[in-house]
Nanobody
Framework: QVQLVESGGGSVQPGGSLRLSCAAS????????MYWFRQAPGKQREGVGL???????YYIDSVKGRFTISQDNAKNTLSLQMNSLKPEDTALYYC???????????????????????WGRGTQVTVSS
């Protein structure tokens, strides 16, 4: 039984910060590529960033310098620290995992939602004045 559970979402003002967490069970995160995705109302789901199996990180341009992904393999957890939040960051945020489909290609692929193996149910982030 594999489960990914996100937490830490909420409402913040522009410029604020929020830290999301993803608790994984049934998998060993060190053997998986771990991802963060987000989906805003009326928008396609988009990749935010990922941690490769060797620990390297990749981020999309719109969040570079503001978001940081971290991973604790001993606890099987993934985190997303979000600073300098903007209204356009408002979305449902998902964590995801796959032992085979590893790479920033999957952040851009229209098939990511169906092809990446494991997904959480998401946590809502709302940034507004």
């Amino acid at each position: 039984q594999v489960q990914l559970v996100e937490s830490g979402g909420g409402s913040v003002q522009p410029g604020g910060s929020l830290r999301l967490s993803c608790a994984a069970s049934g998998i060993t995160t060190s053997a998986y590529c771990m991802y963060w995705f987000r989906q805003a109302p009326g928008k396609q789901r988009e990749g935010v960033g990922l941690v490769y199996k060797d620990g390297r990180r990749y981020y999309i341009d719109s969040v570079k310098g503001r978001f940081t992904i971290s991973q604790d393999n001993a606890k099987n957890t993934l985190s997303l620290q979000m600073n300098s939040l903007k209204p356009e960051d408002t979305a449902l945020y998902y964590c995801a995992a796959d032992a085979v489909r590893c790479g920033d290609f999957w952040l851009r692929s229209k098939y990511s939602t169906t092809d990446i193996r494991y997904w959480g149910r998401g946590t809502q982030v709302t940034v507004s004045s």
